[in-house]
């Protein structure tokens, strides 16, 4: 007789762990490091649904990864700053963390998946989540720091089959039939997005906005994964380096020397009296009320990051990255940037791979106006 199979998370909780001191240091790596522990939670919910329910292997490819750091918000704050860095929100290295996985949508080709980011008192290093009769076991110590949620992040999936052109020999895969369609595994989605939907895709007719910019990129063979694609986790750290480059740039300003945009606008230069004045190269003086050099937005905070995949970007030659700051507003004092991963061909033709989202909130003395 067949021993009784094991009962089925439907909210998983991993194991707990720490962070190690590259996941925790800038907020470049802390973001990188998410995109890893979104893939490694994933695979942990789906083996130990596996051991409840026996299907055949599947692959899978992640579509779109949209990932919010909640630490920013003040009722996540640490109850106990840290002592070097009061302002410090970010979990610090060797904090204890669980992550807990959940499916939100079961669609015929693709799942939606939610994942939470907690921290976990050090009293309860040894307890199992998944375990509810653990509950009464375990209670937070006095002068403990609480439990709190430092991220979370919603990624959707498609299951695809590998084929093989009988003519060329060249491998690809097409999308094909889940092998999930109970609807008694998913539960209610539990994260609130600011920015709850990716960029909209231009049309060929739309051109990008005047203040946008135009960044290279250099992809290093360690950037791609066994399919010789760039990993889900390269592209939080494209995004960053082009996010914090434009920020020194005059993102508002629409840049200066390497990263000025196509369309000069009002820069700095010096007044008849040694004076700072603004002087528009091309288009209106008006136009944007920031120059460029100005010490506004020379430092933000990503409190989401939306990744939104078209096609497979290849580590080769001729990677740019086109980013432009959406003069829309949202929630206050909170903005857009937009991002577009382009690979160019053979013939010099530009081709969106990816398109991105990421809502900020900078770090200026004051808001200038746009």
């Known amino acids: 007789m067949a021993p009784p199979s094991p009962p089925v998370n439907i909210i998983f909780s991993q194991p707990t762990d720490r962070l190690r001191f590259i996941e925790a240091t800038t907020e470049g790596s802390h973001l990188e490091a998410l995109f890893l522990l979104c893939d490694h939670a994933r695979d942990s919910y789906f083996r130990q649904l596996k051991e409840s329910i026996p299907i055949p292997n599947h692959h899978s490819v992640v579509r779109s990864m949209h990932v919010k750091l909640d630490h920013h918000w003040v009722h996540n704050f640490p109850k106990k700053p840290d002592p070097r860095n009061p302002l410090r929100t970010r979990p610090h290295d060797g904090q204890l963390y669980r992550a807990e996985t959940r499916i939100t949508h079961i669609g015929t080709r693709s799942l939606k998946l939610q994942h939470r980011f907690f921290t976990v008192p050090a009293s309860q290093v040894n307890r199992d989540f998944n375990d509810r009769s653990q509950d009464a076991l375990y209670s937070q110590q006095e002068g403990e720091e609480p439990a709190r949620l430092f991220a979370s992040a919603e990624g959707a999936i498609v299951f695809i089959k590998w084929q093989q052109d009988p003519t060329t020999g060249r491998r690809f895969y097409k999308p094909t039939l889940g092998p999930y369609h109970d609807s008694s595994l998913m539960t209610p989605s539990v994260i609130d997005f600011v ?3 990716g960029p909209g895709r231009r049309t060929q007719d739309q051109p990008r906005p005047s203040n946008a910019f135009r960044v290279p990129i250099l992809l290093r063979q360690s950037d791609k994964d066994s399919l010789g694609h760039v990993t889900n986790s390269r592209y939080a750290s494209i995004i960053n380096d082009v996010f914090v480059y434009s920020l020194q740039q005059g993102y508002y300003a629409n840049g200066s020397g390497a990263a000025r945009t196509e369309v000069g606008l009002p820069v700095l230069s010096a007044g008849p009296h040694g004076s700072e004045e603004k002087t528009a190269t091309h288009g209106s003086q008006g136009a944007i009320a920031v120059p460029a050099g100005a010490q506004f937005y020379k430092q933000a905070k990503v409190h989401e990051l939306y990744v939104g995949y078209e096609d497979e970007l290849k580590v080769k030659p001729g990677v740019v990255v086109w980013s432009w700051v ?24 530009e081709k969106v791979v990816s398109q991105c989202r990421a809502v900020f909130l900078e770090n200026g003395v004051q808001k200038a106006s746009l």
């Open 195 to 197: 920015g709850g939907s």
């Open 326 to 349: 959406e003069r829309e507003r949202l929630e206050g004092r909170l903005d857009v940037a937009q991002f577009e991963i382009c690979a160019t061909d053979e013939a010099g033709v």
